[in-house]
């Protein structure tokens, strides 16, 4: 009798439930989709596994009618989270509504770049860094190249405040490459110098950023030197209901440094099927104002004492009431991005993305501040005009097991790209405009094959065409009169098409170890036509080059129980001279003019990186990582000749002639080391070092390498509770010593502590920021970056960085 009494009782307990479990952020309050959910007891017939539910939808929503125990566990799992485990009981009690806590020791993250499809970042042979979405909302920058510096793991270089130009690894512009959803940013002007191209990603539309450290060419080709830096956008949410989900997020922010403006919203609007993403975002900044706690012995360096105002049709040199603002330094932005989802069945996704980002003038601040040896301006105005960037994009992915691939990819991009300079010396009635106008269209197809459960293969094609007219003007600025100017660029146009096929492949060697391998097959062809001599009666018509290179990789990873990881790695990278290397003609001071070289080959380089990953109790997490890299045929500025003669008649002024060449042999290393504490759920502790040495090989004693940055990293403390999250943190440079600068290269002394010799004096920020989340609508965000007002100017930038600024944000989700 007492065992039918037992089992009634059990049976009793057992409920036929038609029930929603919904999953939070614990800070945000905000939904979190995807969460997987398992149920104990409960295995699959074949494998033996535990049955996974559906994961939750895009509301955090899921929902289920099953036989209901309250004493049976509930697992949630979801990515970079602490793993919950609750009974059915207790769910109950709770109301069926879960929060999650953010966890920062983890290796599970999947990543993208490192070989165009998903995988763990474990299996990985390289460093990567992924910064997500949550993380860039509250980080909270004006910029994405502000967004990169605050990460401490990129140097990132400023001549102007609408600017930023990327350093990974001792590379920078032209050698470290930009993708955005898998296209390639960096186009056949991009120069070697510094460049301000990553201010044309609008981080408020990010899904998350991936940083790729060393050689990235098997998979992506020319310029993946030093990384590559992938930003993925947001894509639509569908509805997996009849009604359509519809969400919207908005925020209004402000700097007092900057008096900075900046408003965004985004609207999803989906169905069962298909999805739309509109995004919207406008910026306004105004001239900023530095640190006015001067660093010992160079109190006054970066002070802004005057600026350059005409007045009665005179350039004049203005007293600078405040010399703590930077004039000028403001500018406007503007980004809108349209992105359509069309799920066309189980296998087949469309993907339609249009973006587009201009801005108004952007004063080129580092020029402006340069004095002539009689102590007057050199420029009296020098701004880049509206920096218009287009992409759009059709994207076809396919999810089905065929003999050929698994997944596919097929991308077809175009991007219409426009830059401009303009400058007029002190003094000068004539000022000089020139326009560079890049379209690109590009081609890629990826597949991946998964072999036997041991083997994962890679392969695809891209191609890529770019079309560069550069066009130039020089305008009487009292009468209006416009005259020809030389063209940055061949005045005739130029084109530069690429052609390549890749493989790689990870095999699976046993349950620790993988072994990943690839090689890609680069033909690269480069033209460019002179239609107007006038101004260079010595070039030829045409210049014309073909060039081919093959690039390897092969990496070998060790895992144990998903605490630890070691890699080490080789592999070849390359840059492609463009037509900034090939076929621009200037003169960069009387007596010197550098003139084409149709017979440059590519800079290469090989890498060795290595590293270890461990994780203690997923509370502790250390990583160190090194590298060496032996750079050859790089390119440099050297004397030449002209048809016998070693000096040619320019503007009337005999001049020695000069080129780009492949001249220089260098070696790069370093290392990168970070560790991650959390205490306990509530608190977290993070620090991260960067360290960098380049030389230039000589036949005497080797040389500083341009673009080496110093030492730098960063440290914080962080307090996460529900609805509220804390941190505070410091980011800081190590001296850019005298005898570690290239003083004819492009590490700026000039703009430096000593003008002369080079010095960059070491520095650090103290700042503190924090979101609160008012309800699941409502959030706010409060920040005071460089609490104690702290001049300081990051190596080989013309441009002094903020000082005490408190910035205020107002965010809505609904």
């Known amino acids: 009798m007492k065992k039918v009494l037992t089992i009634l009782v059990f049976i009793a307990c057992l409920q036929s439930y038609a029930q929603t479990i919904v999953v939070k952020d614990k800070i945000t309050l905000q939904p979190l989709a995807n969460v997987r959910i398992l149920k104990s007891g409960i295995y699959d017939a074949v494998s033996n596994r535990k049955i996974v539910f559906d994961s939750t939808n895009a509301k955090g929503e899921f929902k289920f009618i099953i036989q209901f125990n309250p004493l049976e566990t509930f697992k949630f799992l979801f990515e970079d989270y602490y793993t919950e485990i609750y009974t059915g009981e207790a769910l109950e009690k709770m109301n069926f509504l879960i929060f999650l806590t953010e966890n920062i020791v983890t290796l599970n993250q999947a990543v993208v770049s490192a070989s165009r499809f998903e995988e763990k970042v474990e299996d990985v042979d390289k460093q990567i860094v992924v910064i997500n979405k949550k993380e860039m909302a509250f980080i909270n920058q004006s910029t994405t190249a502000d967004l990169l510096q605050q990460s401490g793991k990129v140097f990132v270089q400023k001549s102007q405040m609408g600017g930023g130009s990327i350093v990974m690894r001792g590379f920078e512009a032209n050698k470290v490459l930009m993708v955005v959803d898998g296209i390639r940013m960096n186009n056949a002007i991009y120069r070697g110098g510094h460049l301000q191209n990553s201010i044309s990603v609008d981080n408020n539309m990010l899904d998350k950023t991936e940083l790729l450290f060393g050689a990235g060419s098997v998979m992506y080709g020319s310029d993946a030197l030093g990384g590559v830096v992938s930003f993925y956008t947001n894509n639509p949410s569908l509805s997996n209901v009849a009604k359509p989900f519809i969400k919207t997020n908005a925020f209004l922010r402000y700097g007092t440094a900057m008096s900075e403006k900046t408003g965004h919203i985004d609207f999803n609007f989906g169905l069962r099927k298909i999805a739309f993403l509109s995004s919207f975002t406008f910026s306004d900044f105004n001239d900023m104002t530095i640190g006015k706690r001067g660093t010992k012995n160079y109190e006054n360096w970066g002070r802004r004492t005057f600026y350059i105002d005409r007045i009665n049709n005179k350039d004049s040199m203005v007293l600078n009431k405040d010399s703590f603002k930077q004039i000028p330094t403001g500018y406007k932005q503007y980004d809108v991005m349209q992105k359509i989802l069309f799920k066309q069945n189980k296998y087949l996704t469309h993907t339609f993305n249009f973006q587009y980002s201009t801005t108004s003038n952007i004063p080129r601040y580092d020029r402006l501040t340069e004095l002539q040896s009689n102590g007057k301006p050199e420029q009296a105005e020098w701004y880049y005009g509206p920096q218009t960037r287009l992409l759009t994009y059709y994207k076809l992915a396919i999810e089905k097991a065929t003999i050929g691939f698994n997944k596919a990819n097929i991308l077809l991009a175009y991007q219409d790209l426009k830059e401009s300079r303009n400058n007029r010396g002190f003094g000068s009635n004539f000022k000089s405009k020139r326009v560079e ?61 690429t052609y390549a096929l890749y493989a790689s492949q990870t095999i699976y060697l046993s349950k620790n170890w993988l072994l990943n391998s690839g090689l890609r097959f680069t033909n690269t062809y480069l033209k460019s036509n002179f239609n107007d001599k006038s101004f260079f009666p010595f070039l030829k018509n045409q210049i014309e080059q073909t060039n081919q290179n093959t690039s390897g990789n092969i990496g070998l990873v060790y895992l144990l129980k998903n605490n630890l990881k070691m890699f080490a790695s080789i592999a070849t990278g390359f840059r492609a001279p463009n037509v900034d290397d090939i076929a621009k003609v200037f003169e960069s001071n009387a007596g010197r003019v550098i003139i084409p070289n149709a017979n440059l080959k590519p800079e290469q380089t090989t890498t060795i990186d290595f590293g270890i990953n461990k994780s203690f109790n997923k509370k502790l997490n250390i990583e160190l990582n090194g590298f060496y890299n032996n750079y050859s045929s790089a390119l440099t500025i050297g004397r030449s000749q002209l048809n016998g003669n070693d000096t040619i008649t320019f503007n009337g002024v005999l001049s020695n002639i000069y080129t780009t060449q492949n001249a220089q042999n260098a070696f790069i290393y370093g290392y990168y080391s970070g560790i991650d504490y959390a205490f306990n759920k509530k608190w977290n502790l993070n620090a991260s070092l960067n360290y960098t040495y380049g030389r230039i090989k000589t036949d005497t004693t080797d040389y500083p390498l341009d673009h080496i940055s110093p030492v730098f990293g960063r440290v914080s403390a962080m307090y996460k509770t529900k609805q509220l999250k804390v941190e505070l943190f410091s980011i800081f440079n190590g001296a850019k010593k005298t005898t570690d600068y290239n003083l004819v290269g492009e590490d700026n002394p000039i703009y430096s502590a000593d003008a002369i010799k080079g010095f960059n004096p070491a520095f650090f920020t103290l700042n503190i920021r924090g979101s609160y989340q008012l309800n699941k609508i409502i959030q706010f965000q409060l920040a005071v970056e460089n609490i104690l007002d702290q001049h300081y100017r990051t190596f080989s930038s013309g441009y002094s960085g903020a000082g005490r600024n408190l910035m205020a944000t107002v965010r809505g989700s609904f």
């Open 437 to 497: 106008n890049i379209k690109v269209l590009s081609l890629n197809a990826d597949c991946e094959k998964r072999i036997f459960e041991k083997s994962e293969l890679r392969y695809g094609a891209e191609f890529t065409t770019n079309d560069v007219v550069s066009t130039a003007t020089r305008e009487n600025i009292l009468n209006g009169n416009i005259t020809p100017q030389t063209t940055r660029y061949p005045d005739g146009g130029s084109i530069m098409r």
